[in-house]
């Protein structure tokens, strides 16, 4: 269930941060190719807004400059003069001389004809009237501009205001600043340049990306059609798509590693830990000479969310290695103080045996969580043992110090699995203790005609002599149970009497094999 979210979770990511990276980069790609082309049309508007002010402002000084010349019009001096100014500035094609609607003379020569006058569009800031649209007088041609100033007037070709060079697919076109149009390299910007008095520079419109830029008299449009763009789009797609593709593996090289984690053993066992799901069951231990039981040993088990109970041999070896050990003592203890606590305080015969790992002792700290755990019930510290293993002590001298502590307590003090690993008798001296508990290897050596192998004759002698009580683990037959009391062991547990159980089977086979009337008093001063 809850591998079952780390997955569902990290392959969520995993396409979220795949689609998230590509779609980024495709979001940059087209902001680029949008950016980096507004950025070309917004050059080349100020470029064609900036040749239209020069090209008036050139014919604009020829006209004064004519105004001003000390010479009467149209004579031939006059005529010379309108002349070489239509050769000499670029923008100029033809000069006339205009009084009272005659046509008096242009820089071709004198002409004396009546011409109605050109409407004027718009004047200057200096007084030069603008006529945009306008027929030549002289020979019929392409439609001109004309600038007019006192009686002189000069034509220039709107073509001039487009005399920027451009890409094949720019479209660029210039209005008057009063709305009329002076030249478009395209049809269809019209619509554009009005947009420049609703206050836009720069947008999509109409199928185009456009910028517009006013300067003085003129607005200038440089566009592109959308589909234009299509191809810068690519190119800035080729560019970023492997950062895109690049950032999406090292994301899901990360969410792939982060799963890993949280699905570790080790994450696993820590999750089990926060979310409190070890169980206590309780295997009976019997008084072998009266097959009365007189207590139990708590044997955690890891109980999953889907029901499943997992082997504490299966766990503890990883809880002991990275500490969790610690946590998962303190859950025990407080579990067997709620599941037995009541019955432990209402019955002082019966007794339960904790396992304690090396940790747990060289901490000491299980001692101030069992105390806190027994509160106020009246369960007596002789009602609670703990077993402890000397493999993995590594300050024997604090092990003696915590379990002293523990025994002044009125705990009584069990060593477990001994003879199993590296043991050493030495231990078994120096250790305060109270019980010797017999591993079941020991007693699945006792053969059939009830003799036990030579090891274990000599550990159960041995704890004899030192005076420790005993408890055989892992009693299975009948005749195991003839041959430990004949070597005075008198307690036992094991599958013969019970295997380990729920808090109220236990509770239920405790009261069906009731221990006799007096308390189990163990000797505490070893
Ligand atoms: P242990 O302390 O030597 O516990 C005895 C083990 O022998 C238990 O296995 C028990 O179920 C099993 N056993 C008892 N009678 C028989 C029998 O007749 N036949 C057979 N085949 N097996 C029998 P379990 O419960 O799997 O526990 C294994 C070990 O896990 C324990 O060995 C103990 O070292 C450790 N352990 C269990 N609970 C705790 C705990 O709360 N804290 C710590 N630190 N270790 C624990
Ligand atoms: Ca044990
Ligand atoms: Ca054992």
Same mark, same amino acid.
């Given at each position: 269930?809850?591998?079952?979210?780390?997955?569902?979770?990290?392959?969520?990511?995993?396409?979220?941060?795949?689609?998230?990276?590509?779609?980024? %980069?495709?979001?940059?790609?087209?902001?680029?190719?949008?950016?980096?082309?507004?950025?070309?049309? @917004?050059?080349?508007?100020?470029?064609?807004?900036?040749?239209?002010?020069?090209?008036?402002?050139?014919?604009?000084?020829?006209?004064?400059?004519?105004?001003?010349?000390?010479?009467?019009?149209?004579?031939? @001096?006059?005529?010379?003069?309108?002349?070489?100014?239509?050769? =000499?500035?670029?923008?100029?094609?033809?000069?006339?001389?205009?009084? @009272?609607?005659?046509?008096?003379?242009?820089?071709?020569?004198?002409?004396?004809?009546?011409?109605?006058?050109?409407?004027?569009?718009?004047?200057? %800031?200096?007084?030069?009237?603008?006529?945009?649209?306008?027929?030549?007088?002289?020979?019929?041609?392409?439609?001109?501009?004309?600038?007019?100033?006192?009686?002189?007037?000069?034509?220039?070709?709107?073509?001039?205001?487009?005399?920027?060079?451009?890409? /094949?697919?720019?479209?660029?076109?210039?209005?008057?600043?009063?709305?009329?149009?002076?030249?478009?390299?395209?049809?269809?910007?019209?619509?554009?340049?009005?947009?420049?008095?609703?206050?836009?520079?720069?947008?999509?419109?109409?199928?185009?990306?456009?910028?517009?830029?006013?300067?003085?008299?003129?607005?200038?449009?440089?566009?592109?059609?959308?589909?234009?763009?299509?191809? /810068?789009?690519?190119?800035?797609?080729?560019?970023?798509?492997?950062?895109?593709?690049?950032?999406?593996?090292?994301?899901?090289?990360?969410?792939?590693?982060?799963?890993?984690?949280?699905?570790?053993?080790?994450?696993?066992?820590?999750?089990?830990?926060?979310?409190?799901?070890?169980?206590?069951?309780?295997?009976?231990?019997? /008084?072998?000479? =009266?097959?009365?039981?007189?207590?139990?040993?708590?044997?955690?088990?890891?109980?999953?969310?889907?029901?499943?109970?997992?082997?504490?041999?299966?766990?503890?070896?990883?809880?002991?290695?990275?500490?969790?050990?610690?946590?998962?003592?303190?859950?025990?203890?407080?579990?067997?103080?709620?599941?037995?606590?009541?019955?432990?305080?209402? /019955?002082?015969?019966?007794?339960?045996?904790?396992?304690?790992?090396?940790?747990?002792?060289?901490?000491?700290?299980?001692?101030?969580?069992?105390?806190?755990?027994?509160?106020?019930?009246?369960?007596?510290?002789?009602?609670?043992?703990?077993?402890?293993?000397?493999?993995?002590?590594?300050?024997? @001298?604090?092990?003696?110090?915590?379990?002293?502590?523990?025994?002044?307590?009125?705990?009584?003090?069990?060593?477990?699995?001994?003879?199993?690993?590296?043991?050493?008798?030495?231990?078994?001296?120096?250790?305060?203790?109270?019980?010797?508990?017999?591993?079941?290897?020991?007693?699945?050596?006792? =053969?059939?005609?009830?003799?036990?192998?030579?090891?274990?004759?000599?550990?159960?002698?041995?704890?004899?002599?030192?005076?420790?009580?005993?408890?055989?683990?892992?009693?299975?037959?009948?005749?195991?149970?003839?041959?430990?009391?004949?070597?005075?062991?008198?307690?036992?547990?094991?599958?013969?009497?019970?295997?380990?159980?729920?808090?109220?089977?236990?509770?239920?086979?405790?009261?069906?094999?009731?221990?006799?009337?007096?308390?189990?008093?163990?000797?505490?001063?070893?």
């Amino acid at each position: 269930m809850h591998r079952a979210r780390i997955i569902g979770v990290s392959v969520f990511l995993a396409i979220l941060s795949v689609v998230v990276s590509l779609g980024l %980069a495709c979001y940059l790609a087209w902001m680029l190719a949008i950016n980096s082309t507004h950025q070309r049309l @917004e050059a080349l508007a100020q470029i064609a807004s900036h040749q239209a002010d020069v090209t008036l402002r050139e014919a604009s000084t020829a006209l004064k400059t004519l105004a001003a010349l000390p010479l009467a019009p149209c004579t031939a @001096e006059g005529i010379d003069q309108m002349r070489l100014i239509a050769l =000499n500035v670029h923008s100029v094609k033809s000069v006339g001389y205009v009084e @009272e609607e005659v046509f008096v003379c242009s820089s071709w020569g004198t002409v004396g004809k009546h011409v109605a006058p050109w409407p004027e569009d718009f004047t200057t %800031a200096d007084g030069v009237r603008v006529s945009v649209n306008v027929e030549p007088r002289i020979a019929p041609s392409k439609p001109m501009m004309a600038l007019q100033y006192a009686a002189f007037n000069v034509l220039v070709d709107p073509k001039q205001f487009l005399e920027v060079a451009l890409d /094949d697919n720019v479209k660029l076109a210039i209005a008057a600043s009063s709305g009329h149009l002076v030249g478009a390299s395209s049809a269809g910007l019209d619509k554009i340049l009005a947009l420049f008095h609703g206050g836009s520079h720069a947008g999509l419109a109409d199928g185009y990306l456009y910028a517009l830029v006013g300067r003085g008299d003129w607005i200038a449009v440089a566009a592109v059609s959308r589909d234009e763009i299509w191809s /810068d789009l690519r190119r800035a797609e080729w560019l970023l798509l492997p950062f895109g593709a690049i950032t999406a593996m090292l994301l899901l090289i990360m969410i792939w590693r982060g799963a890993k984690r949280q699905l570790s053993p080790l994450a696993e066992l820590k999750r089990a830990v926060q979310q409190h799901e070890f169980v206590a069951h309780y295997q009976p231990i019997m /008084d072998l000479y =009266n097959e009365h039981c007189v207590g139990a040993e708590v044997l955690v088990r890891w109980q999953q969310p889907d029901g499943n109970l997992v082997s504490p041999l299966q766990f503890i070896p990883l809880a002991e290695h990275s500490g969790l050990i610690l946590p998962i003592t303190d859950q025990v203890i407080d579990e067997v103080m709620r599941d037995l606590g009541p019955a432990l305080a209402a /019955d002082p015969r019966l007794h339960v045996s904790i396992n304690l790992s090396a940790a747990d002792v060289d901490s000491g700290r299980f001692m101030p969580v069992l105390h806190a755990a027994m509160g106020k019930s009246r369960v007596r510290p002789a009602q609670v043992w703990l077993e402890v293993t000397e493999g993995g002590l590594v300050d024997i @001298e604090r092990a003696r110090h915590v379990l002293e502590n523990a025994r002044a307590s009125g705990h009584c003090v069990a060593i477990d699995d001994f003879g199993t690993g590296y043991s050493s008798l030495k231990h078994l001296q120096e250790l305060p203790l109270d019980v010797l508990k017999l591993d079941k290897a020991f007693i699945d050596r006792i =053969n059939s005609d009830g003799q036990p192998c030579p090891v274990t004759e000599q550990i159960m002698q041995m704890a004899n002599r030192l005076g420790l009580e005993m408890v055989a683990e892992g009693v299975e037959q009948a005749h195991q149970i003839d041959s430990l009391k004949a070597h005075h062991v008198r307690f036992a547990q094991g599958w013969y009497f019970a295997k380990a159980m729920r808090a109220s089977e236990f509770l239920r086979f405790y009261r069906e094999h009731l221990p006799s009337p007096e308390p189990l008093a163990l000797a505490t001063s070893a």
